[in-house]
């Protein structure tokens, strides 16, 4: 039941193979902390022994208001705030489950990529206290956070395609199992959350772009401006993004000083050629997993990441899977943004598989999830 503290446990490091046999009949609850943007976050999540889970407890404190001002995440701002808040976050957390941090089986936090700083903070707490605990340490790519939650909002068995689209990332992957990750397609230049970014701070809209672009492009004609769509019908499953930035500038720049109707007009034109670009990816990406997982009867296209709250690009997707015969699966908004959830889930599925790391796992601002571990 929530809320309701299990017996208390031993505070010991157990060996892989005692987890793993634990993991058997007993269910794991985890402690995620997520520090890597501006979003300090810590979560406690419980794997059940038939590999269901959920969320005992869910804490986020955004920063956005602190980097509003500059226009985007300033990473010596972002590291401070995670030092002042992240024992209180973590604190509320815990209260929130009803759970002492003996009765965890682990501890996970985000180790990369990201910006170090906030990185090293996350990380550090999430030693110390499975350190003081004596439970294991799970150093989490953040990527992997992201490309599991559908498994616990949704139940979904591997294999399945994951378009995981953030401020820093955009890319296909093909999700084949915990810890098995093969890239179909990634951005050439900037991130689709980048972009949205940018194009928002262009046209004198507020940060973070993505629901700023969102909410001006409801009363703007996304006709009104014809803007290119980069690498549309060509194929792989690569995108570009840096030239329809370009491009919005110019469109911006022929029709200033820009007023209210101006920036409405281009920013419904920039959200529905970006959707359009998305959409056609996404048919190839589709057609590059079916080719590779041929028994798969009805597979999942599966987006993520804070780009993935945007209802436009959703919607899209959501035809372009139908079309394509796959089912689409798009988590809750809260939970497509950074947050320890994900963090903690995927902690739990590693720990399933008595996975864990040594105290010395280092923070990585750069960790490509398809290299695996050792990258």
């Known amino acids: 039941m929530l809320g309701q503290p299990r017996p208390r446990k031993a505070a010991r490091t157990r ?10 009949s007993l269910a794991l609850i985890v402690l995620g902390i997520e520090t890597s943007c501006d979003e300090t976050a810590a979560a406690l999540v419980e794997r059940r022994a038939d590999g269901s889970g959920v969320v005992r407890a869910d804490v986020v404190l955004s920063q956005v208001g602190e980097h509003a001002a500059f226009g985007g995440v300033v990473p010596e701002i972002a590291a401070r705030a995670h030092v002042e808040v992240l024992d209180g976050v973590v604190e509320a957390a815990m209260r929130e489950a009803g759970l002492g941090f003996e009765q965890l089986d682990a501890v996970a936090a985000t180790a990369g990529p990201g910006l170090i700083g906030g990185v090293i903070v996350g990380l ?3 030693k110390a206290i499975a350190l003081a605990a004596g439970k294991p340490l799970l150093a989490i ?26 401020g820093g990332h955009t890319q296909f992957l093909a999700v084949e199992g915990v810890c098995a990750y093969r890239r179909l397609g990634t951005t050439i230049d900037d991130a689709l959350g980048e972009a949205f970014d940018k194009a928002a701070k262009l046209l004198g809209l507020p940060y973070p772009g993505g629901p700023a672009i969102e909410a001006a492009a409801h009363t703007g004609d996304a006709t009104r401006f014809p803007l290119p769509h980069p690498l549309v019908g060509r194929p792989g499953a690569d995108f570009s993004l840096s030239g329809l930035k370009t491009a919005l500038r110019l469109a911006a720049e022929a029709v200033a000083p820009l007023s209210p109707q101006d920036v409405a007009d281009l920013a419904a034109s920039f959200q529905a050629t970006v959707t359009a670009v998305v959409a056609d990816r996404a048919r190839n990406a589709m057609a590059m997993f079916r080719e590779a997982h041929p028994p798969a009867p009805r597979p999942a296209l599966v987006v993520a990441g804070g780009v993935a709250a945007n209802r436009a690009i959703r919607a899209t997707l959501g035809e372009a899977a139908a079309t394509a015969g796959f089912a689409f699966v798009a988590p809750p908004p809260r939970l497509c943004g950074d947050n320890g959830v994900m963090i903690a889930w995927a902690g739990a599925e ?3 598989l ?7 796992a280092p923070a990585r601002p750069r960790w490509p999830l398809d290299l695996g571990r050792a990258a």
């Open 15 to 24: 060996s892989s193979r005692e987890i793993c046999a634990a993991t058997e």
């Open 124 to 126: 550090t707490t999430a």
């Open 141 to 166: 790519n953040h990527l992997e956070g992201h490309a599991l939650t559908a498994r616990l909002t949704d139940g979904l068995a591997f294999p399945y395609l994951l378009l995981l689209v953030s």
């Open 350 to 352: 590693r720990l399933a």
């Open 354 to 360: 008595g996975l864990s790391d040594p105290m010395d």
